[in-house]
Nanobody, 113 residues
Framework: QVQFVESGGGLVQPGESLRLSCAAS????????MGWFRQVPGKEERELVA????????RYTASAKGRFTISRDNAKNTLYLQMNSLVPEDTADYYC??????WGHGTQDTVPS
């Protein structure tokens, strides 16, 4: 099973940016769907924020569109999420997933109000 390790989260001020990374334990070249999810503190469900296919097609939630950019580097076995113009509502634990292995530990993003 492919395992993912997320990194890049942190404490930032509103309007600032973060770039999240998700390193896979093996090649992602054959994986079509990959996505970034987030879980808001105190809530059980994880929301799909952005996704990308092997062909490069991307999709975003309404709140992420125009601010977040998902990308993948198959040569580095890594998925990225560039998050700009962050707002307090973006505070969450962020996870990557592709449905091919267990969830990682996530990376925490905090944007104080």
């Amino acid at each position: 099973q492919v395992q993912f390790v997320e990194s890049g989260g942190g404490l930032v001020q509103p309007g600032e940016s973060l770039r999240l990374s998700c390193a896979a334990s093996e090649s992602i070249s054959s994986i079509n769907f990959m996505g970034w999810f987030r879980q808001v503190p105190g809530k059980e469900e994880r929301e799909l924020v952005a996704s990308i296919t092997g062909g490069g097609s991307t999709r975003y939630t309404a709140s992420a569109k125009g601010r977040f950019t998902i990308s993948r580097d198959n040569a580095k076995n890594t998925l990225y999420l560039q998050m700009n113009s962050l707002v307090p509502e973006d505070t969450a634990d962020y996870y990557c997933d592709a449905g091919v292995g267990p969830w990682g530990h996530g990376t925490q993003d905090t944007v104080p109000s």
